[in-house]
């Protein structure tokens, strides 16, 4: 894993495992960086998996909580959230963010978390698993999401 402090960790046996990937479609460029990171872990790992796409963020957690409660074995919820001039992105992140902590309290079933709450683009450049990208966000998220469901 790329993060700061991550641990290093060996290649995931997800056979068996039927995954959904959420994805927001704001800040196409990062979030298809993200979705694709999401897809190279899930690959290696041999999971079955299929995307799912909401309009934003803020509706991620209505699509987990359904995609769990049909069936799925865990979630990788991905979203691009960026500052503005006004409030909305500290509702919009809080929204997402305590509404996927619920619907993996509620399900009892794993959420990937790759929603990054940026100051400005660059950040999800950075952090995108992109060509010079210094993090891959939605591969982690991926990752995460198959070792709990593994352990649950
Ligand atoms: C409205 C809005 C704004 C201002 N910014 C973002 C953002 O940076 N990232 C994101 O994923 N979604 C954003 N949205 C859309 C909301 O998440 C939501 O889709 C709308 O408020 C409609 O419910």
Redesign the pocket.
Known sequence: MSGKGAPETGSIDGSGLDVVVIA????EVI?DGLIAGARRVLDASGASWRLVR???????PVAAQVALESGADAVVAL??????G?P??EY?SS??TDGLTQVALNTGRPVGFG?LTLDDEQQGLDRAGLPGSKEDKGAEAADAALRTALVL
């Open positions: 927001a479609t704001w800040h979030t909401v309009p934003g963020s803020f509706e991620l979203g691009v959230i960026i500052r503005g006004t909305h992105f919009v929204a997402a929603v």
